[in-house]
């Protein structure tokens, strides 16, 4: 984010409740709200529109993550495409900036959407899909967050595009 330091590289571990962790656990947060914003939009979707055409589980997840990917790099492709990178960049860096983290939120959300007894076959009006796919979102969020701080902490993950948002 603009004004913000650089986060910590290499081995450097900041101090317990530093201002510099602080900053980072920030960041990390940020980085996975900006995750967890591209994979409901795709899973959403991708599970509506599955469940909606009848779809068995296996095509179900895999619209859904090819949506989720999709959303989650096209939310950090456009803020630096904005800040003036060339295209061929800006897909570089959201795939540097995003894939460890999408990765991270898609196996947990969809492990808890398949665990769910009766989530996958649910239909569209039932509460119990809205529930699982509500419950699975924020797990895959809570188990994201320190998967995001060890890559910031690192200048690694969003922290590579963190000044161009």
């Given at each position: 984010m603009p004004g913000q330091h650089a986060p910590a590289r290499?081995?450097?571990r900041p101090a317990a409740g530093s201002p510099?962790?602080?900053?980072l656990g920030r960041l990390a947060v940020?980085?996975?709200v900006h995750c967890l914003t591209g994979c409901a939009i795709g899973e959403v979707l991708g599970m509506v529109l599955a469940t909606w055409w009848g779809w068995p589980?296996?095509?179900?997840?895999a619209l859904a993550v090819t949506l989720a990917f999709l959303f989650g790099y096209a939310l950090t492709i456009r803020p630096v495409l904005r800040a003036g990178l060339?295209?061929?960049q800006a897909l570089?860096?959201?795939?540097?900036?995003?894939?460890?983290?999408?990765i991270s939120m898609e196996t947990i959300d969809n492990a808890v959407m398949l665990g769910w007894p009766g989530a996958m076959d649910a239909g569209l009006t039932d509460v119990l899909f809205w529930g699982a796919?509500?419950?699975?979102?924020a797990v895959a969020f809570v188990v994201t967050v320190p998967v995001n701080y060890a890559l910031v902490r690192r200048g690694k993950g969003h922290a590579v595009v963190a000044g161009l948002h």
């Open positions: 290499g081995g450097h510099e962790q602080r900053q940020s980085a996975t589980d296996l095509p179900s997840i060339p295209l061929g570089r860096l959201a795939l540097a900036a995003d894939t460890v983290s999408l796919m509500a419950v699975a979102l």
